[in-house]
Each structure stands twice: as structure tokens, then as C-alpha cells.
């Protein structure tokens, strides 16, 4: 079994910066493909960005194409998502998940494990 969680959520104003981590325990997930996903209220997750394995794939939205950056440092058993340029329209709650198997995907179905979210906020 995988445990993931989140941290480094919070209110930045439009423009600003946050760095989300995602820290895994109870097994290491070396071997996983990454993804981080977001939900803003009334609205449905959704794919943000993921990697492989070995951090060689990578795949973003093309919403945050050029603003976030994905990496992973396996040593570590942690991911992360840097958020850079910031908008209103990133506001949501966002979630680490861990897919055993496969390629980089952009499915929600797809991911085995997930984190309980943490949130971002973006003032204008």
C-alpha cells in the first residue's frame, strides 16, 4: 500500500509562486508513473502534469504548459509540482496520485494511489 501526501498549498497572489511536494510512504514508488491533478469546486479533477518512473516523460495540460514544472527525486520518494506566473484561474485543491503501471496518463482512472489534497488559492 502507498500513502501519499501533500503540503505547500496556500494563498499566493496572481503572478506568484508555490512549490507543492509529495511525499510517499509504506512502499517506495520508484518504480511509479507521478501525476498531479486539481479540482476547483463544482468542477471535476483534472490532469495538471506527470512523469514516468525515471522522470524521462513528462506531460503537462496545456493550461499550465510552460508555468509548472513536474520532477521527482526518487531518493527522496517525493514529487513535485512548481507553480510559476500564477492565476486566479489556478485555484483549486490539488492531488498527488501514483499509477503502477503504464505510461505517462492523463486519466483519472488510471492512477492507483492518492493524496487527500492540499489546497491553492490565487488572489487577483
Known amino acids: 500500500q502507498v500513502q501519499l501526501e501533500e503540503s505547500g498549498g496556500g494563498l499566493v497572489q496572481a503572478g506568484g509562486s508555490l512549490r507543492l511536494s509529495c511525499a510517499a510512504s509504506?512502499?517506495?514508488?520508484?518504480?511509479?508513473?507521478m501525476g498531479w491533478f486539481r479540482q476547483a469546486p463544482g468542477k471535476e479533477r483534472e490532469f495538471v502534469a506527470g512523469?514516468?518512473?525515471?522522470?524521462?516523460?513528462?506531460a503537462y495540460a496545456d493550461s499550465v504548459k510552460g508555468r509548472f514544472t513536474i520532477s521527482r527525486d526518487n531518493a527522496k520518494n517525493t514529487v513535485y509540482l512548481q507553480m510559476n506566473s500564477l492565476k486566479p484561474e489556478d485555484t483549486a485543491v490539488y492531488f498527488c496520485?501514483?499509477?503502477?503501471?503504464?505510461?505517462?496518463?492523463?486519466?483519472?482512472?488510471?492512477?492507483?494511489?492518492w493524496g487527500q489534497g492540499t489546497q491553492v488559492t490565487v488572489s487577483s
Open positions: 496520485a501514483a499509477d503502477r503501471a503504464g505510461s505517462v496518463v492523463r486519466a483519472v482512472s488510471a492512477y492507483d494511489y
Open positions: 509504506g512502499r517506495t514508488v520508484t518504480n511509479y508513473n
Open positions: 512523469l514516468n518512473w525515471n522522470g524521462n516523460t513528462l
